[in-house]
């Protein structure tokens, strides 16, 4: 998992904005280009990282592990209406991820992906406070040894689009309202090349985890976070949601380029709510410009009928550009999302017409220490305006 891009500022909004539950196939990146991420993809059966390795023997044992430090600063906020519920916040976090791959065989594998860092939430200045565990992905997945046909079952992520994962910097948009991490299912992939390039199917089936799976390690679940479990999209008896997602790259004569499509749906909860269609595309291009020096695009579209389970349809746009030069990444992005009222109106479901948001960030690998990360956004959304500076240090060791 890709560190949230942009976390603090999401739970300061939080009350504003709810989470919703959507579906796609996420694939993992590249380490390089996501220094803040371990990725796991039951699609792809292996660890993304330096971890990745190919065993001499049978079973095998892979690991990676992930150690960041994190520097908050919430600032300049301001609230439509009324007074800004805070002035300003500080927070020092520690995040640590540990990533398990156990290969059965060269197909068969069992994954897991574990996580500590602060999971209380709210806009009080901390140092390394709220800290607690929780099992993100645990799950069997088959993968050929042509690597164009799996299968997988368990405890894994899914979203609409990629952008909370593939862009680069500390901001992706309000695509985390778009990611559900760590839903209950099974689903299948298979690949094959054609005229048009290389082509991948993905499907799956899955369901709200709402149990022990989901549980914190160490502290309960607040009152608040229980409730969001019992009464979000996908919180059904059986394996009621559904989604595909459509992939193209490799195309004859167009070197770098990628299109990714989801679709699906995320069914009613226990509690009643409306269900939510959507839909996701994905543009991403990567062009060489020199030896040591690549120019990185990314654009998304997403659209949600019944967002957040409610009388809403959404319309999200990202767009975000890297230029990677040498151990430095430059990054900017910004993000744009609008609501219509399905029935009645967006005042009568406390909703304002849009949401935006812009950032800019610095990244800097260095050859033997920790990853560096600076970054800046401005994020305008529901009726508050905050800016988020980010400072990030980040280690991660694998076997080699």
């Known amino acids: 998992m890709k560190l949230p891009k942009m976390n603090p500022l999401r739970r300061a909004c939080a009350g504003l904005i709810a989470l919703a539950l959507a579906l796609a196939m996420a694939s993992s990146a590249a380490l390089a280009e996501n220094p803040g991420e371990i990725a ?3 699609g792809a059966g292996a660890l993304s990282g330096k971890g990745a390795t190919a065993a001499s023997s049978y079973p095998a044992f892979n690991w990676e592990m992930l150690l960041a430090l994190e520097k908050t600063r919430l600032g300049q906020i301001s609230a439509d209406q009324g007074a800004a519920p805070f002035s300003q916040a500080n927070f020092l976090d520690p995040i640590v991820q540990l990533a398990l791959e156990f290969k059965l065989s060269p197909e068969w594998g069992v994954y897991a992906l574990s996580q500590a860092r602060n999971l209380s939430g709210g806009a009080d200045n901390r140092v390394f406070d709220g800290v607690d565990a929780q099992l993100l992905n645990l799950f069997l997945a088959y993968q050929s040894q042509d690597k164009e046909r799996s ?4 405890k894994f992520d899914v979203s609409f689009g990629e952008a909370w994962h593939r862009v680069d910097g500390i901001y992706s948009g309000f695509s985390e309202d778009y990611h559900y991490q760590g839903a209950l299912g099974l689903g299948a992939r298979r690949g094959w090349r054609s005229g048009w390039g290389k082509m991948a199917l993905s499907a799956m089936a899955f369901k709200r985890d709402h149990g022990i799976t989901r549980d914190t390690w160490f502290a309960p679940r607040d009152e608040l976070r229980a409730q969001a479990d019992e009464n979000g999209l996908a919180n059904t008896p059986g394996l009621r949601s559904a989604g595909l997602s459509w992939e193209l790259s490799e195309m004859p004569g167009v070197d770098g380029l990628r299109l990714n499509v989801d679709a699906g749906h995320v069914a009613q ?16 291009y990567k062009h060489q410009l020199a030896q040591d ?7 998304e579209l997403v659209s949600a009928r019944g967002f957040d389970g409610r009388e809403l349809a959404a319309q999200h746009a990202t767009l975000s550009a890297s230029l990677v030069a040498g151990r ?7 993000a744009r999302r609008s609501f219509s ?3 009645g109106d967006l005042a009568s ?3 304002t017409p849009r949401d935006r948001g812009v950032a800019v960030a610095l990244t800097y690998a260095s050859e033997a220490g920790p990853v560096l990360q600076a970054g800046v956004a401005r994020q305008h959304a529901q009726g508050l305006a905050v800016t988020q500076l980010t400072l990030r240090a980040i280690w991660l060791w694998a076997p080699h």
């Open 328 to 334: 430095f990444v430059w990054t900017a992005t910004g």
């Open 269 to 284: 909860g226990i509690q009643g709510r409306r269900a939510m269609d959507v839909a996701a595309a994905t543009l991403e």
């Open 341 to 343: 009222a399905l029935s």
């Open 293 to 299: 020096t690549e120019l990185r695009l990314y654009g």
């Open 349 to 351: 479901q406390g909703m």
């Open 40 to 42: 796991l993809d039951p």
């Open 151 to 154: 299968v997988f079952a368990g």
